[in-house]
């Protein structure tokens, strides 16, 4: 089998990807409490929650950057 190495310059893009999945996750849970006027407390309450959204959006940022790098492939492969 082939081994799969990710340089540090990779791993580092990948983390900054991840954290702004967290960030945005928070963002919407903070959105969600200003407009349904519920506590403060969900904040962290709910962090199991804004991790499986983050792993979530971090999983589509996957799949829309291998669209995209399949698109590209075959642009330019013509």
């Known amino acids: 089998m082939k081994d799969i190495l990710l340089s540090v310059k990779r ?15 928070y963002l919407l849970n903070i959105t969600s409490i200003l ?6 407390s969900e904040l962290w309450t709910q962090s199991l929650w804004m991790l499986l959204l983050s792993c979530a959006f971090y999983g589509l940022s996957i799949v829309l950057r291998l669209l995209l790098f399949g698109f590209r492939y075959l642009i330019a492969k013509k």
């Open 11 to 25: 791993q580092k893009t990948e983390i900054k990807i991840f954290c702004s999945c967290i960030v945005l996750a």
């Open 35 to 40: 407009i349904y006027n519920t506590e403060w």
